[in-house]
């Protein structure tokens, strides 16, 4: 029996989760999920009800998106993703990408909806509290792990990809030059490739997916 993976394509939580099974070729039963619709045999295991939530064989339910990534590297971790994602300051700027930036993220995404502030001001918010910091991590390597991507590039790269999604244009021809090669080097890395396949909502009998495909689980 597979761990089961209840997930969202698009999710960024959810993905990180997805790039660290992938990474590690770890096997689970992938569960796309609908939001407005989740499935009642995840809320019973996480009444939270966020994904990713993954449940292990044994019982344990892991609901937290970092933990997902820390259990699969556990696994195996080819590449020393643990190793080279683990120091104080990219703890923080992990916490920072799940606080600070993804506030002002959300509200830069739909700013219709907060309309106390222009989507320019949260944009800016988004800037000074993350892409700017990242910048700089970049400027002098080309991932936060060093030569070598690690635990925190694959956490954080996905919501830098809404981010720079909301507006590509102004991405774009923004000054953020590293920023913007990392970025796009995950988008066009193997590993996204494997974990964005779209799939049909899971529903109680549906036929097993496993992930990651095949090519990239453990021989
Ligand atoms: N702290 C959680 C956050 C996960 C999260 O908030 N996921 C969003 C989707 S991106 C969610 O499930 N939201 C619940 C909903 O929209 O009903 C984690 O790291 O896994």
Redo the contacts with the bound molecule.
């Keep these: 029996m597979l761990p089961i993976l209840y997930s ?1 394509r698009r ?4 993905i990180r989760a997805r790039l660290a099974l992938c990474q590690a070729g770890v096997s689970v039963e992938l569960r796309e999920v609908v ?1 407005a619709r ?1 499935p009642a045999d995840m809320l019973a295991i996480s009444p939270a ?4 939530v993954l449940q292990l064989p044994s019982g344990e339910v892991i ?4 933990d997902v990534m820390r259990w699969a590297l556990a696994q195996h971790d080819p590449d020393g993703w643990l190793a080279r994602g683990n120091t104080a300051a990219q703890r923080a700027l992990t916490d920072t990408c ?1 606080r600070a930036f993804k506030h002002a993220l959300d509200r830069y995404k739909y700013a219709e909806r907060h309309p106390e502030r222009s989507a320019h001001a949260w944009r800016d918010d988004a800037v000074a509290c993350l892409i700017q910091p990242l910048e700089i991590q970049l400027t002098q390597a080309p991932h936060l792990g060093g030569e070598q991507p690690g635990l925190a590039d694959a956490a954080i790269f996905p919501f830098v990809r809404q981010f720079a999604a909301v507006d590509a244009a102004w991405w774009a021809a923004s000054p953020w030059v590293a920023t913007r090669r990392w970025h796009d080097s995950w988008v066009a890395s193997a590993l996204m490739a494997a974990c964005m396949h779209k799939l049909a909502p899971w529903q109680p009998g549906a036929p097993v997916t496993v992930f990651p495909p095949a090519a990239q689980a453990i021989p």
């Design positions: 969202f999710c960024p939580y959810a939001l989740k009800g966020t994904v990713p609901a937290q998106s970092l799940d």
